[in-house]
């Protein structure tokens, strides 16, 4: 890809990595087969939407049900280092991504996983 790289004008490529490199694509997940970062990026109700996956977080704190729940289920222990939805937030300093009730801020509609 290097080649393709080298083709292009700096700002074509600056451009680029501004918009590529946000927080949510360097957000730490545990590794496995089928992992929750493989599973959010292919399941058909997700799409690879930060704000759809930190919703399917938030419900795994709260004992809801989500597209990821299975997944996540499995992870249990990753997500029980940070004891709630509001310590995983704090933690990946996420708070842009909720408001102060601690709801998702949805950056698309959100029709609840339909």
């Not at 939407?49 to 419900?59: C, F, G, N, P, V």
């Not at 049900?65 to 996420?94: E, Q, W």
């Amino acid at each position: 890809m290097i080649h393709l790289y080298a083709q292009l004008p700096d700002e074509v490529n600056d451009a680029f990595l501004r918009r590529s490199y946000t927080i949510c694509g360097f957000m730490i997940f545990p590794v496995s087969q089928g992992s929750l970062n493989q599973n959010r990026g292919t399941h058909p109700r997700i799409q690879d939407r930060w704000d759809l996956t930190l919703e399917a977080i938030r419900r795994f704190y709260e004992g809801g049900t989500s597209p990821l729940a299975t997944t996540m289920d499995r992870f249990a222990g990753f997500f029980a280092l940070f004891g709630s939805f509001d310590g995983y937030v704090k933690h990946f300093h996420l708070g842009d991504f909720v408001d102060e009730s601690g709801a998702v801020r949805f950056l698309l509609p959100f029709d609840n996983f339909e």
